[in-house]
């Protein structure tokens, strides 16, 4: 079954990519952060204001905007610089919103936020996250409350007390988390049943149907498979997930998040194409 998503605007083209360097052990909590909302977790791509041609206003990263409109719901991306709400929440507060989607007054942050991913962020890399939005400038924005047509569930899961750091390296176990906690490609690339992406049975299968001023993509098959990924060499993969550009020269859609995942370093990027040989094969969904 497809789950249609209609969204009015993402980012396309984004501002041009940075020259990623590598990590070093001297990088600090607030530099990790910023790698990693600026890069392969891709906040803005739902957070940050864009222009008319799909590009970030600048002076206003993450100061939040209109994200989707579907069937059960209209959905806005909160200012999440020290203007919006989350400036008067701690640390912890902020943490448990993007970890859990709860928020200090205990209601939940509904949809399309990828909790079933965020809930596997560990624990250095949310105080990152963290550290990181603390040091955004104040920008006032004021966006309107997302209006959900269908009740949320109490919680996404129990609490989540601790997550240990997956090892930095080019190796398959932290190219799977870049592609989950990090970088949420296994929700948009999976196809969605009642309770959302249908992890154990269709990982990475796409189908998903996106609609928006673009038109219509369609995720696509990111498996092992000879539907999905397993013809095309690295280097191919890396340029469509990080130029958006097929082999045939063909332009890929939003609202897959290219300039940010463009700002992966290099090692990030040959872990992810690692793990992504690893997905089980499965055919396209017919
Ligand atoms: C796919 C789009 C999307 C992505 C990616 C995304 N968010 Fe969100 N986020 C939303 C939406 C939509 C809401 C509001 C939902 C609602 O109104 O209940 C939200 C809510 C929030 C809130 C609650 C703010 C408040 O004032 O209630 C925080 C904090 C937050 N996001 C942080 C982040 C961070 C940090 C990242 C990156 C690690 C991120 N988000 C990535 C769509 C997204
Ligand atoms: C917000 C949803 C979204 C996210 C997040 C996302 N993608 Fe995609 N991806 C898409 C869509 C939609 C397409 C199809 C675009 C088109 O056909 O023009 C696509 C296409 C692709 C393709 C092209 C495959 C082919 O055969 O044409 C690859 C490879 C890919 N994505 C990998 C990834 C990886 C790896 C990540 C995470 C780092 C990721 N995607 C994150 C939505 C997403």
């Given at each position: ?6 969204i ?14 590598s ?13 990693l909302v ?10 940050s ?13 993450l ?6 409109e579907m ?6 991306a909160?200012n999440i ?7 008067t ?10 970890r ?10 509904g ?6 991913m ?14 990181y ?15 959900y ?8 899961g129990?609490?989540?007390d ?7 390296g080019?190796t398959?176990d ?10 949420h490609?296994?929700?948009c690339h ?16 796409g ?23 397993a013809?095309?060499?690295?280097g ?5 997930v990080?130029?958006?550009q ?25 872990a ?15």
């Open positions: 079954m497809h789950h249609k998503l209609l009015a605007s993402l980012a396309l083209s984004g501002f041009a990519s940075l020259a990623a360097p990590q070093t052990a001297a990088e600090t909590l607030e530099e990790r952060g910023a790698y600026e890069g392969p977790a891709g906040c803005g791509n739902c957070h204001p864009i222009d008319d041609t799909g590009n970030p206003v600048l002076g206003q990263n100061a939040g905007r209109f994200v989707i069937p059960e719901f209209t959905a806005y909160p610089t020290p203007a919006g709400a989350v400036g929440w701690s640390d912890a507060e902020l943490a448990r919103a993007i859990e989607g709860l928020r200090p007054d205990g209601s939940l942050i949809p399309p936020m990828p909790f079933s965020y809930r596997g962020l560990s624990d250095t890399d949310l105080s990152a996250i963290v550290a939005l603390r040091t955004l400038p104040p920008v006032e924005n004021t966006v309107p409350l997302s209006d047509k269908i009740p949320l569930p109490p919680a996404y129990p609490p989540v601790t997550v240990a750091d997956i090892p930095r080019v398959v932290y190219g799977a988390y870049l592609a989950g906690p990090v970088a490609c296994l929700e999976t196809p969605f049943g009642p309770t959302g992406p249908m992890l154990d049975t269709d990982l990475g299968r189908g998903l149907i996106i609609e928006g001023p673009w038109g219509i993509s369609i995720a696509s098959n990111i498996t092992s498979h000879a539907d999905g990924l013809e095309y060499s690295d191919e993969i890396a340029d469509m990080t130029k958006a097929r082999p045939d020269g063909s332009p890929m859609l939003p609202p897959m998040p290219y300039p940010y995942l463009a700002r992966m370093t290099e090692d990030d990027l040959a992810l194409i690692l793990y992504l040989r690893t997905i089980p094969p499965l055919p396209d969904v017919d």
